[in-house]
């Protein structure tokens, strides 16, 4: 992180949505994760519980991603 990221975060605003900005970045990671494996492995996820698990850290990340935005959502 650079300065000017910290001191984005350390304002105010920032940092009363620094919830939701964490979980979209880790869920941004995630998608592209996923793609470059999904892309580079034929077999991907490799078995039912395998793919289970991805399924269900996906959606926690969504939906934590979700009550995020929506708690943290001015107005």
């Given at each position: ?5 910290l ?11 620094a919830?939701?900005?964490v979980?979209?970045?880790a869920?941004?990671?995630w ?13 991907f ?26 708690l943290?959502a001015?107005?």
């Open positions: 992180m650079d300065l000017a990221t001191l984005l975060f350390a304002s105010g605003e920032a940092a009363e949505k919830p939701f900005y979980l979209g970045g869920l941004a990671v998608a592209v994760v996923l793609s470059a494996l999904g892309l580079s492995r034929a077999d996820p490799g078995s039912a519980t395998r793919e289970r698990g991805v399924i269900g850290l996906t959606a926690l990340l969504v939906a934590a991603t979700l009550v995020a935005a929506v943290t001015s107005g």
